[in-house]
């Protein structure tokens, strides 16, 4: 038995002292990161009732599962939507349900750094005139060659 408001019996003690300390993410969103003017608006857009109506129907269209996984044949539980073509590449697609899809973590990094390259998308860069890519299947190719 372990001593109330204890967290080990006197046997474990130890292994308190190798915890690590929990991260405080409780003042995340309050400090201000993007400072250009275009990525503020971009960030604005993610907190309206349309994105989250979007993304809602996103994710039931997708059923929870990653679309780039599923074209290597896996099937990974996901909950983040991603824009095919960025945001910044092309404003008119933000609103589009076909231009959305679900990826999980490893993917959403892999596309991520595939859209700094091909596009020259983030913070700071100057966007590269090339076109648009809405295919998947390639998507998935390139970025999986990056």
């Known amino acids: 038995m372990v001593a109330y408001e204890s967290r080990y019996c006197k046997q474990h003690e130890y292994l308190a002292k190798e915890d690590k300390p929990k991260r405080d ?3 995340y969103n309050q400090i201000e990161r993007h400072k ?3 990525k503020s608006n971009q960030y604005a857009f993610y907190r309206t009732r349309q994105w ?3 993304r ?3 994710l039931e269209r997708d059923h929870y599962i990653c679309r780039y996984c599923q074209l290597s044949g896996l099937v990974t539980p996901a909950k983040t939507v991603d824009h095919i073509v960025p945001v910044e590449a092309d404003q008119g697609m933000a609103t589009k349900l076909n231009n959305l899809a679900v990826v999980c973590p490893s993917c ?3 596309k991520t ?3 700094q390259s091909w596009y020259g ?3 700071g860069r100057d966007l590269k005139p090339v076109r648009p890519i809405n295919d ?3 998507i998935n190719k390139l970025m999986n060659s990056v």
Request: proline residues 0%; neutral net charge; glycine residues 4%.
């Open 121 to 123: 998308t983030g913070n």
């Open 52 to 54: 989250v109506h979007l």
């Open 136 to 138: 998947l299947t390639l």
């Open 56 to 58: 809602q129907q996103a």
């Open 25 to 27: 993410y409780s003042r």
């Open 108 to 110: 959403h990094t892999k």
């Open 113 to 115: 750094r595939w859209e």
């Open 36 to 38: 250009d003017e275009n």
